[in-house]
């Protein structure tokens, strides 16, 4: 792991063009070998997309996976380059909510695009955050990425999943944004069974009431490549009017068709290499071999 990060320290001073090329054909060979995870992406278009060919879901999974071979190795700038530099390869449209932040708790919505370490960047470049962290089973590799994304500010508060809710809670009544990951399958707990591209997934009803308890706005915020290599983009949208007053499914519901507009745009960027529909309601089969 050592050698690795030399590595990718290494990899970092490159001009971002060529580290971006050098990333996507890492992504290249990851997915003819990685088989399994190649399995996934192509079981989740399938499902998403049943009217799509087969050929352009294989290309949007080798696209995806090209991409995410990008972010492994364009991290390396987010840990060792120095701000003024990540600040010239982010577009930040229309500007990063500073204003929100310090009127009242703000919980950003970061959905699982391939660019998402950019948001928590950016936005602790000028403001202290907060959010959920597993740890890595590589001790090496964890304090590397732990200290990748505390570097920009002195206040990053990064709370295990075992610790619960009420760090986060505190955290916002300080006016600490917290940044969530809202659409991954956790199972059926504290989650609803709502439509994601037609199929139910098991998604958290969390955000709408960790909002209420805290009377935080949520802003979704996504990330995505620049053309030609030219850094990324990272665009906030207006807050979410109203989404504490709906009911928890809901809730669940619009922010799963928020997410699908945002997939739509970029689709190859969005993970599709995630287990999506691990959680099956009951009496429904298993979509993936190993479940």
Excluded at 152 to 168: A, M, N, W
Excluded at 208 to 231: E, Q
Aim: hydrophobic share 45%; aromatic share 14%.
């Amino acid at each position: 792991m050592r050698f690795f990060l030399f590595i990718l320290w290494l990899l970092h001073w490159l001009p971002l063009p060529i580290l971006g090329r050098l990333g996507k054909g890492l992504g290249t060979a990851s997915y003819y070998l990685m088989k399994r995870r190649r399995h996934i992406a192509l079981t989740n278009l399938r499902l998403c997309f049943p009217d799509m060919s087969e050929q352009e879901r294989r290309r949007i999974a080798l696209q995806h996976f090209q991409g995410y071979g990008r972010s492994i190795l364009e991290r390396g700038i987010l840990w060792w380059a120095s701000i003024e530099r990540i600040k010239k390869l982010i577009q930040v449209e229309p500007a990063v909510p500073f204003d929100e932040i310090q009127a009242g708790p703000v919980i950003f919505l970061c959905p699982h695009f391939v660019c998402l370490e950019m948001p928590g960047a950016i936005i602790t470049m000028g403001s202290p955050g907060c959010s959920i962290y597993t740890q890595q089973k590589n001790r090496i590799f964890d304090e590397m990425l732990r200290k990748g994304r505390m570097r920009f500010h002195e206040t990053v508060l990064l709370f295990s999943r075992s610790q619960g809710i009420k760090p986060i809670i505190r955290a916002l009544h300080k006016n600490i944004p917290f940044l969530m990951l809202p659409d991954m399958d956790f199972g059926s707990r504290d989650a609803e069974f709502v439509p994601f591209f037609g199929q139910l997934a098991a998604t958290l009803i969390a955000p709408s009431r960790l909002a209420a308890a805290t009377h935080a706005k949520v802003i979704p915020v996504i990330a995505t490549f620049l053309p030609d290599y030219k850094g990324w983009k990272v665009t906030f949208y207006p807050p979410w009017e109203h989404f504490t007053e709906l009911d928890a499914k809901t809730a669940a519901r619009y922010m799963n068709e928020f997410i699908e507009q945002r997939i739509l745009e970029t689709p190859s960027e969005y993970l599709w290499t995630h287990r999506r529909f691990k959680t099956r309601p009951e009496g429904y089969p298993s979509v993936y071999p190993d479940d």
